[in-house]
């Protein structure tokens, strides 16, 4: 086959201006790099898109491919992973990872967590803040955990993301929707374990990579795993494949929501628990960082001896499945 590669290169948008923490979701030219390699493992051609301004140039030219690899995050809006897999529907070609709907509806935390509750699966309270008055509606307990509500890498969260009265929650909630121009999402504090359960496949053929806890060093940000502790996690955190009763129950909510939400070919759940013991689901990763040493989800497989390569062979051949059936 030929696999086009689509991405978004972290230097290419610090050339234009953007900051550190705006493109710390983008990826890095040996994630490329790695990903490419395995491809071509695997006896394909590959071809490198790029952004998906470089996508609407290519199919404009009259550029087709077999599948995409895509691992685009895109830049602005709750539809901005949704970018890359719409295009391509457009044009019927086949794409890895999920679909525009659940890469839009999964970016947005509080909607996300709507239909988790529905579908019966723990997790914790939650109220969408986008305007000061929402702030009054809000009656949980404290302490309250902030975040912007539709982003990743930790973008936004520190140590004052743990809230532990109504001064701090407004000046929290105020500074990040004038900083991230976008709602924040307030839940309760979670001051359990923490988990990232990594999943490949789609529908019935979704399986767990595995389960790490996510442990913070003596030396990382408190409480809360930050943007901070997330790009120093090799000086300031330990993951720990984990196969106790509460990591399998982690596992079997993570697998639950990522069936109720429909996503595909591979990703991550992460799961915090709850003061009873009990893993609440925090939020989906339909579109993981793919870095063979620093992103989570390869993490997880090396640990549970899993191969980089043959991790991206079930992402693309997930992928490949779906487009035999059609």
């Known amino acids: ?3 086009g590669l689509t991405y978004d290169l972290r230097m290419d948008y610090l050339k234009e201006g953007y900051s550190e923490e705006e493109t710390a979701e983008f990826d890095r030219p040996d994630t490329v790099d790695a990903i490419e390699k395995a491809i071509q493992n695997m006896g394909h051609r590959t071809d490198r898109i790029g952004h998906v301004r470089s996508l609407v140039k290519r199919l404009a030219k009259g550029d087709r491919w077999d599948l995409v690899f895509n691992i685009a995050e895109g830049l602005r809006g709750f539809g901005r992973e949704a970018q890359v897999p719409a295009l391509l529907d457009a044009y ?7 679909d525009p709907l659940v890469m839009s509806l999964t970016l947005h935390k509080g909607v996300t967590k709507h239909i988790i509750r529905d579908l019966k699966i723990p997790t914790a309270d939650f109220a969408v803040v986008e305007h000061e008055e929402d702030i009054k509606k809000i009656d949980m307990p404290y302490p309250l955990f902030a975040k912007p509500v539709a982003e990743g890498t930790g973008k936004g969260i520190t ?8 001064d701090e929650l407004i000046s929290v909630c105020m500074d990040m929707v004038e900083r991230y121009k976008q709602p924040v999402i307030i839940e309760t504090f979670l001051p359990g374990r923490e988990f990232t359960v990594g999943i490949t496949g789609t529908g019935k053929n979704a399986v767990s990579t595995g389960v790490i806890e996510v442990i913070l060093r003596d030396e990382a940000e408190k409480d809360v795993y930050s943007y901070v502790n997330k790009e120093k996690c090799e000086e300031l955190v330990e ?8 990591a399998k129950e982690a596992e079997k909510w993570a697998l639950a929501s990522w069936h109720g939400l429909g996503c595909r070919d591979g990703g991550r759940v992460d799961m915090r628990s709850d003061a009873a013991g009990i893993p609440n689901f925090m939020e989906v990763n339909p579109l993981p960082g793919i870095h063979p040493e620093h992103s989570d989800l390869p993490i997880i497989c090396t640990k549970a001896g899993i191969s980089y390569q043959e991790l991206i062979e079930r992402i693309v051949n997930s992928a490949v499945k779906r487009i035999i059936r059609q």
């Open 239 to 246: 993951y720990r494949l984990v196969n106790d009763s509460m």
């Open 92 to 98: 019927d070609i086949a794409y890895t990872f999920s």
């Open 159 to 166: 140590p004052s993301s743990k809230i532990k009265n109504k």
């Open 1 to 3: 086959m030929n696999i």
